[in-house]
C-alpha cells in the first residue's frame, strides 16, 4: 500500500542551527515527491518539489531535500533555521489522482 | 494570477445543521482536492473532481458530499452536522492530475457547537 511516514511529530531546534525532517515512503512506481510547510492557521504552501533528474532540490525559503530511491526517503533540510520558519511541515508523494500525505512535523524553534 | 479562493473563511453552526463551503480554483485547473484537517487527525483527504466528475473518494461518510460546476469551482456540503466535523477544510486545485502539484487555499475553519 502507499504511504508516507514522517517519524518525527515534534522537531526543537535552536535558531541559526541546522535543520533535517525525515520522510519515508512507499509507493511502487517511480514517485513524486512534495514538502509543504503550514504556519498556523493557513493553507499549505509548496516548498519544493522532485520529479525526476537531480536529486538534490531546491526550493524557496532555502530549504532543499535529496530523494535517495534505495532508502526510499526525500529528507527536508535547511542549514540555517531562522524563527520564521516555526511551521508544520508536510511530506507528500503523488499517486495517481492524489496526494498521499505524511502526518506532519511540526518545528519548533528555540531563540 | 488569483489563487485558490474558499469561502466563508470562518463558519459556527450548530449540531444537526448542514453547511456548503465553497472553493475557487486557479485559472485553468481543473481538478480540485478537498482536506479535512484536525489537530488528532492530520490531513485527511475527502474527495477530488476533474471536469465535473468525482475521480477519487477518502473515507468518509455519506453526509459529506462534493460537487464541481463546469467552471471548475467547486462545492462540498455536510449535512447533519457533528461535533466532530469541526475543522479545517481546505480545498487544493491542480491543472490536471491532482497526484501532481496541487496549490491550497487558505481554508474554512469549521466549528459545530
Known amino acids: 500500500a502507499q504511504s508516507v511516514t514522517q517519524p518525527d511529530i515534534h522537531i526543537t531546534v535552536s535558531e541559526g542551527a541546522s535543520l533535517e525532517l525525515r520522510c519515508n515512503y512507499s509507493y511502487g512506481a517511480t514517485p513524486y515527491l512534495f514538502w509543504y510547510v503550514q504556519s498556523p492557521g493557513q493553507g499549505l504552501q509548496l516548498l519544493l518539489k522532485?520529479?525526476?533528474?537531480d536529486t538534490l532540490v531546491q526550493g524557496i525559503k532555502g530549504f532543499e531535500a535529496e530523494f535517495k530511491r534505495s532508502q526510499s526517503s526525500f529528507n527536508l533540510r535547511k542549514p540555517s533555521v531562522h524563527w520564521s520558519d516555526a511551521a508544520e511541515y508536510f511530506c507528500?508523494?503523488?499517486?495517481?489522482?492524489?496526494?498521499?500525505w505524511g502526518a506532519g512535523t511540526k518545528l519548533i524553534i528555540k531563540p | 494570477k488569483a489563487g485558490v479562493t474558499q469561502t466563508p473563511r470562518y463558519l459556527i453552526k450548530t449540531r444537526g445543521q448542514q453547511v456548503t463551503l465553497s472553493c475557487s480554483p486557479i485559472s485553468g485547473h481543473r481538478s480540485v482536492s478537498w482536506y479535512q484537517q484536525t489537530p488528532g487527525q492530520g490531513l485527511q483527504f475527502l474527495f477530488e473532481?476533474?471536469?465535473?466528475?468525482?475521480?477519487n473518494k477518502g473515507n468518509f461518510p455519506g453526509r459529506f458530499s462534493g460537487r464541481q460546476f463546469s467552471n471548475s469551482r467547486s462545492e462540498m456540503n455536510v449535512s447533519t452536522l457533528e461535533l466532530g466535523d469541526s475543522a479545517l477544510y481546505l480545498c487544493?486545485?491542480?491543472?490536471?492530475?491532482?497526484?501532481?502539484?496541487?496549490?491550497f487555499g487558505p481554508g474554512t475553519r469549521l466549528t459545530v457547537l
Open positions: 507528500a508523494v503523488g499517486a495517481g489522482y492524489q496526494l498521499i
Open positions: 522532485y520529479f525526476s533528474g
Open positions: 487544493a486545485s491542480s491543472i490536471r492530475d491532482s497526484g501532481n502539484e496541487q496549490f
Open positions: 473532481y476533474f471536469s465535473e466528475t468525482q475521480r
